[in-house]
């Protein structure tokens, strides 16, 4: 792997033509590849050679795609898959399966809420969740002799709470485990979680990375660091024979740099074909041309609305990792001391109805269900997202009635102001 800065990696990463080749990373539009001898072919179903066949395994265009993500990350080897969903649920169910137990934050994005606490919960697997800050014995109390993995997310959404990642790692490796990072918010850019000791990265790239609402798509990116066979016991689907692939053994034949994802890729991949579409890799490709010049842009507008917010006396509490002042400021300057990411969430004095005049009278800032987009947007989760749920239920879940989640996008931070000011000053009238 080549060792340029982050900025460069952004730019150039994944990807080096040769001579007289395409410059930008060719779209592959192709099902399938053809060879000119059977056993050339066999060699590949059999994983005795690398190469293509079949675009729901893999295609060229999305592994150089994942290549790129993967120097961003500073791991071993990625795959992309066709949502953050997908990533989350092949990052856990390639380690756990019928039976197994995984110790997860509680404040995690509430789809993959319902992935673990609901769906997987379906196929036999059981889930711990845990405050991000609960205390040490709590935190053990959480492991069982069937655990499996341990999950988080560096900046939750939408909770916007900043996880000690060194501290659940440790965790993860006293119980012989390793700690799988969802890193869609802080991305790259703002956090390297291999560098304070997890094991495995997911993404939903459909947020900053994509970063212009165009390509719904997701990524894994495993470090290499986890030493599988030091806990065979604990992971036969890597330490054992694959019948699948006349008893391949992952973590011997691929190594602990490429074990992890050469299994999501033969089997997950092979079997739920979550696949990404070459041209969505191509767009995503794009976004990450440019993720280190808009993550900038991005905090800057963040940083700049959360100041202006805390100090307006028609908004009654403001969450913002980095301002200071914030529960997770502590946390934020550890593990992303040059920004977080471009979401904040505040409460409107006045409660609910207050809220929802205040959405209804924002001109430039959008209310849709997204975030990490060029294009700001805002959300009133009590009224959309979580409108099932009455006052007390709203509470517990971080959603106060009086909440609203704005995701500030690329434009100048004077006109986001400008925009949350006058619906600010047409509350009431
Ligand atoms: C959006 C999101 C997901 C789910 O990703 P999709 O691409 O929508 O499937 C997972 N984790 C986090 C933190 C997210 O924000």
């Known amino acids: 792997m080549r060792n340029y800065d982050l900025d460069t990696t952004c730019v150039q990463g994944g990807y080096t033509p040769g001579n007289g080749e395409p410059r930008q990373i060719p779209i592959y539009q192709s099902t399938t590849f053809k060879y000119d001898t059977g056993e050339d072919m066999g060699k590949l179903f059999d994983l005795e050679a690398s190469g293509y066949f079949y675009s729901r395994l893999q295609n060229p265009t999305c592994d150089l795609v994942a290549a790129k993500i993967c120097e961003l990350e500073g791991g071993s080897a990625a795959m992309l898959t066709s949502s953050g969903q997908a990533a989350n649920f092949f990052a856990v169910f390639n380690i756990a399966s019928c039976g197994s137990h995984v110790v997860a934050s509680s ?45 988080g997310e560096t ?94 053994v992952y973590a011997e034949k691929f190594g602990q740099s490429g074990a992890y994802i050469t299994k999501a890729t033969a089997q997950l991949m092979r079997d739920f074909g979550a696949t990404p579409s070459p041209q969505s890799a191509f767009l995503l490709n794009l976004g990450l041309e440019s993720l280190h010049v808009r993550m900038a842009r991005h905090c800057e507008n963040g940083q700049a609305v959360a100041e202006f917010l805390s100090a307006d006396d028609r908004v009654s509490w403001v969450r913002y990792p980095s301002l200071k002042g914030d529960p997770y400021y502590g946390l934020a300057q550890k593990y992303l001391p040059n920004g977080s990411c471009g979401v904040v969430s505040f409460g409107i004095r006045g409660g609910r109805k207050n809220a929802e005049a205040f959405m209804k009278a924002l001109r430039l800032i959008a209310i849709e269900t997204h975030v990490a987009d060029a294009r700001s947007c805002c959300l009133h989760p009590a009224s959309t997202t979580h409108r099932q749920m009455n006052e007390e239920e709203l509470i517990r879940a971080g959603a106060p009635g009086d909440m609203v989640r704005l995701s500030c996008g690329l434009e100048s931070s004077a006109a986001l102001i400008a925009d949350l000011k006058q619906a600010l000053d047409s509350i009431g009238k």
């Open 107 to 151: 404040a995690i994005y509430g789809g993959t809420y319902n992935l673990f606490a609901v769906t997987m919960k379906k196929m036999g697997v059981d889930f711990t969740f845990v405050e991000p800050d609960c205390s040490e014995e709590e935190l053990e109390a959480a492991f069982r002799p069937n655990t499996r993995a341990v999950f």
């Open 155 to 248: 900046i939750a959404n939408p909770a916007l709470t900043v996880l000690d990642i060194e501290r659940y790692a440790a965790a993860a490796h006293r119980h012989g485990v390793p700690l799988i990072i969802d890193n869609t918010f802080a991305t790259p850019i703002h956090c390297r979680p291999f560098s304070f000791g997890a094991d495995i990265v997911t993404h939903s790239t459909t947020k900053y990375m994509d970063g212009h609402g165009a390509a719904v798509g997701g990524c894994i990116v495993d470090s290499g660091h986890f030493d599988w066979m030091a806990h065979a016991e604990k992971f036969p689907g890597l330490c054992t024979p694959d019948d699948s692939y006349h008893g391949i």
